[in-house]
């Protein structure tokens, strides 16, 4: 393994806690990576007030001055390159990316989704896993591909979910455990521990199960 740290550009939206937990891992352990710059399609996103504290590069792509979907993307593509990042992290940008952009970054772009994928992809998680009456829920972290919320997953955090839950209580457990596994899973790429091949995650050389390793 290189001794030069990998480079991570971190797309955000809002408060930022993920990217918090990214860039205290960074500075507390060596995972071997690097938070090089944070972008943001909101500028009002607190994520960005986080990322200043810390000196890194801050950029912000406003994605309502541009007219499709297909130029923002283009733009943004343009902006993450030229950080030449070696992993591009999601950690709460509220945007489908286009199926360039995410091809361009194949394999080294990484994602955390509030569920058990692959049950409820998409947004409201919290609240549809209340109504189905499950008894748990949690968090996954994924290789991002195409179709939405459907690469590879990596590894899944379970929580309870008891009966007189709210959403936010729902969501505020949840988060307690994203805040654990993604960083973990940024140190294992930066390491090169972790791959994606042929649509399927792979750790150690060793083929990921198709619903992530359970995090203890």
């Not at 797309?11 to 972008?39: F, T, Y």
């Not at 000196?55 to 943004?76: G, I, K, P, W």
């Not at 952009?101 to 609240?127: A, D, E, F």
Request: a negative charge; one cysteine or more.
């Amino acid at each position: 393994m290189s001794d030069t740290k990998k480079r991570i550009v971190v797309l955000i939206s809002g408060n930022g806690s993920n990217l918090q937990a990214i860039l205290d891992r960074s500075l507390e352990q060596n995972i071997h990576g690097q938070v090089v710059a944070v972008i943001s399609n909101r500028p009002d996103a607190y994520g960005l007030t986080r990322a200043e504290q810390r000196e890194v590069d801050t950029q912000v792509l406003d994605h309502t001055e541009f007219e499709t979907r297909e130029a923002y993307d283009y733009q943004l593509k343009n902006l993450i390159d030229s950080y030449h990042p070696d992993l591009v992290v999601l950690a709460g940008f509220m945007r489908i990316l286009s199926d360039p952009l995410v091809m361009h970054y194949h394999g080294r772009m990484l994602n955390i989704h509030p569920s058990l994928l692959p049950k409820y992809k998409g947004l409201n998680t919290h609240s549809r896993a209340i109504e189905a009456g499950d008894t748990e829920h949690g968090a996954s972290v994924h290789f991002v591909t195409p179709e939405l919320d459907d690469g590879p997953v990596v590894i899944q955090s379970k929580v309870p979910v008891f009966k007189d839950d709210t959403e936010l209580e729902l969501a505020a457990r949840v988060q307690e455990q994203e805040r654990n596994i993604y960083p973990l899973v940024i140190e294992w790429f930066c390491r090169g521990r972790l791959t994606m091949e042929n649509n399927k995650a792979y750790l150690d050389g060793n083929e990921i199960p198709e619903n992530g390793y359970a995090a203890d």
